[in-house]
């Protein structure tokens, strides 16, 4: 406290110290900007109770990379020397989670705090029956606990090695994290064929952060990516759609799946991505799918992962219908024999939960019934739970200049106006040829169940 009222007084700036045993800076405010005031009260409740019971503590990762370029960042992590079990001991409203490594969540109202410990880099694990690897070199469970060093060594990218003291407001640097950030750079920490077979995951977040950040990626961190790629095969489904969820939902979806075909990663996610993408109408209808979902994250919005993957399963769902038409098969048992045929295919490699089919199905269905504009269908499908869904699916459809565009503005324009004006607006059913007094029924449509 004396040394800070001298340097108040006197004006003077502390320089950034160098720990030259361990390569760590201590980056003090006057050189971040980065204040305990920015940081989210349970997060400072986190770190001051480990702190007061004789634990080291620091927010870590992406809070603090995001704050220092001025983002608000989704969520606090924090990290300590503390166990899990002694961290659950302070915390009232915590749990341990996880296999691979365990975490503490500690719950502050609606806020929940991440904490985990500080793990071990490989060269200094002593005891090695708790990592466990396959035979492609992924860690598959690591629960090897060491020390803040060492946990600096094992985070994935130097932007995400930022260790963020409340106590002293400093932010400790081991790699150059704060130098990258600043000259826009992303770059992995160690070697990157090494580190991507410990896990192949952090190919796909390379992509990612440099989509959200708007980085480059560092030529060495580049390199290894397509040629390591097919790695991402050997990740549990499960966890792709996790990695592949938090890419689309980043609010930078179209500039990221882009990155990702660039770095040629998309064959391991979206197999028919490549596809899609150099198709005009397909290109065109994917494009306006992830730019209208970027624009509602970034205004503050809900979005749909059910709809996010029906759009980006609509034109393989195409291309299995075709075929099945091609066969001599019905249209409408086509059409439902498709949608099961994309999802089983896809969730071989992206274990899209089963609890989206039923709306991912309703979704595709609908798109006929959209269609009939006509007697008392229109005034029935506005009071369909996924009319919106539909509709929104529709306009993308215009959009991309898969469909007239006067559809997407008949509904647009149906939905809201008085009973006049849509009676006026209904089509006339054709006349039967056989009985022109009795108008020709078409047959129903089915809607998949949810």
């Known amino acids: 406290m004396i ?15 160098t720990d030259k045993k361990s ?18 009260p349970c997060a400072l409740k986190v770190t001051d109770t480990l702190q007061d019971a004789g634990y080291e503590a620091y927010i870590v990762g992406g809070a603090v990379r995001d704050l220092l370029i001025a983002k608000t960042p989704k969520d606090f992590d924090v990290a300590t020397n503390a166990t899990p079990e002694q961290v659950r001991d302070l915390f009232r409203r915590s749990r341990i989670i996880g296999r691979r ?5 500690v719950l502050c109202g609606n806020d929940t705090i991440e904490v985990s410990t500080f793990r071990a880099s490989a060269a200094s694990e002593e005891d090695d029956t708790k990592q466990i690897t396959d035979d ?17 060594e094992r985070r994935d990218f130097t932007v995400n090695a930022l260790y963020y003291d409340p106590s002293t407001e400093e932010v400790l640097d081991y790699r150059g994290g704060l130098a990258d950030i600043r000259n826009k750079t992303l770059r992995i920490i160690g070697d990157p064929a090494t580190r ?11 992509a990612r952060f440099a989509a959200k950040l708007d980085f480059r990626i560092d030529e060495t961190t580049r390199a290894p990516i397509a040629e390591l790629a097919d790695l991402l095969n050997n990740v549990p489904p499960s966890r792709m759609f996790d990695e592949m969820l938090k890419l689309l939902l980043s609010g930078h979806a179209l500039r990221a799946v882009h990155q990702l075909r660039a770095e040629g990663l998309h064959h391991g996610i979206l197999p028919m991505l490549d596809t899609i993408l150099e198709q005009e109408h397909g290109k065109r209808f994917i494009n306006a ?20 993957f029906a759009s980006l399963l609509w034109h393989e769902l195409q291309i ?10 019905l249209s409408i048992p086509a059409f439902n024999e498709a949608m099961d045929d994309t999802l089983n295919q896809q969730r071989s490699r992206l274990a899209v939960p089963r609890r989206l089919d039923g709306m991912m199905k309703e979704i595709w269905s609908l798109q006929v019934r959209f269609e009939q504009r006509s007697g008392s269908r229109p005034y029935r499908l506005l009071t369909h739970p996924r009319f919106r869904a539909g509709y929104d699916f529709i306009l993308l459809r215009a959009e991309s200049g898969e469909i007239a565009a006067e559809l997407g ?11 006049d004006t849509r009676a006026s607006m209904l089509l006339k059913e054709p006349v039967s040829a056989v009985n022109p007094k009795r108008r020709r029924r078409k047959k129903p449509t089915v809607v998949a169940a949810s």
Not at 32 to 39: A, D, F, G, M
Not at 289 to 308: C, E, I, W, Y
Request: aromatic letters at 6%; charged letters at 30%; glycine letters at 4%.
């Open 196 to 206: 991507y077979r410990e896990d192949p995951v952090r190919m796909m977040r390379a």
């Open 320 to 329: 299995n219908h075709h075929k099945r038409l091609s066969r001599g098969e």
């Open 3 to 17: 040394k800070k009222l001298i340097r108040r007084v006197l004006g003077k700036k502390p320089a950034a110290k």
């Open 409 to 419: 503005e008949w509904w647009t324009t149906f939905q809201t106006a008085d009973e």
């Open 23 to 40: 390569r760590m800076q201590r980056i003090p405010v006057s050189e971040h900007q980065l204040t305990r005031e920015q940081i989210l």
């Open 289 to 308: 799918a992830l730019h209208n979902t970027d624009l509602r994250l970034q205004a503050g919005k809900s979005v749909s992962p059910a709809f996010l």
């Open 136 to 152: 492609t070199g992924r860690i598959v469970r690591d629960n090897v606990f060491g020390d803040l060093t060492s946990d600096a």
């Open 101 to 105: 490594f365990r975490l503490v969540h």
